[in-house]
């Protein structure tokens, strides 16, 4: 049996050399160029890179930007995922198609048209005019509000989906029951069926922050220059300042807060899970 399951495991080795050809190598290539220096190991850059108040202040702009997003990505996505698990037929079609498709187009395209949305000649400025509630075009493009609603349209189908996932494995007798208990309508969502779907949440929320923390074509199109994130900080590093030391160190800081919501998003699934 053991020599069984080892030439099993075998199968993978092509798989995990690839990876780490591909990924792991490359990835400690570039974390080693910001611990090192003419003098040779140092921290120097991420000393420099935390001293300086612009960074710190593209460093919060992004959690900002990548919170928001997810948070306004959870609040569309929640009740959508319970219309699509009570969806039959054709309708249920409908749905994941609506989900799915978008994903299969490159996000330059639905970037830019999020931008030509948010001009001042665009579509949501011409009808706020049309039905008469502004007088005159509001800006919209290069605000970070544009942004967020950019973002979380344009990731919005990877909140959906873990949580149309547990909802659907929901049993629907349990609200039922508790109803049958006097239990009200906020009692029983905020007690039965928000905890039971928490780890869908958690899933979505994972996957929605750790692609919104480290986007660059959407906030390229949207905000442009004027309102910087990591990722832009990164691209600045390496292709205009040609600053390999500055770009990898961001990389890294990047890398890290992502680490860290992947870590903690699991740790908090299975701690969800025991208690269920």
Known sequence: ?????DRIALLAVPGLAYLAVIYALPLLM?????????????????????ADEYNLRVLWRTLRVAALTTLLALFIAYPTAFVMSRAKGP???VFLVAMVLPMSLGVVVKAFAWSILFRANGFINTTLQWIGLTEKPVRMLFTETALVIGAANVFLPF????IYAVVRQLDRGLPEAAASLGAGPFFRFFNVTLPLTLPGVVAGSAFTFSMAISMYVIPSLIVGERQQTLS??????FL??????????????L????IFVVVFSSWLARRLGARQ
């Open 91 to 93: 309708w249920l079609t």
């Open 1 to 5: 049996m053991t020599s069984r399951v």
């Open 30 to 50: 570039l974390l080693a160029k910001s611990v090192q220096t003419a003098e040779g190991f140092s921290l120097s850059e991420y000393r420099a890179f935390f």
């Open 232 to 237: 832009m900080l990164i691209a600045r590093s």
């Open 240 to 253: 205009y300042l040609r600053n390999e030391p500055l770009g990898s160190t961001i990389s890294a800081v």
């Open 255 to 258: 890398l890290g807060i992502a």
């Open 159 to 162: 909140m959906v989906l873990p």
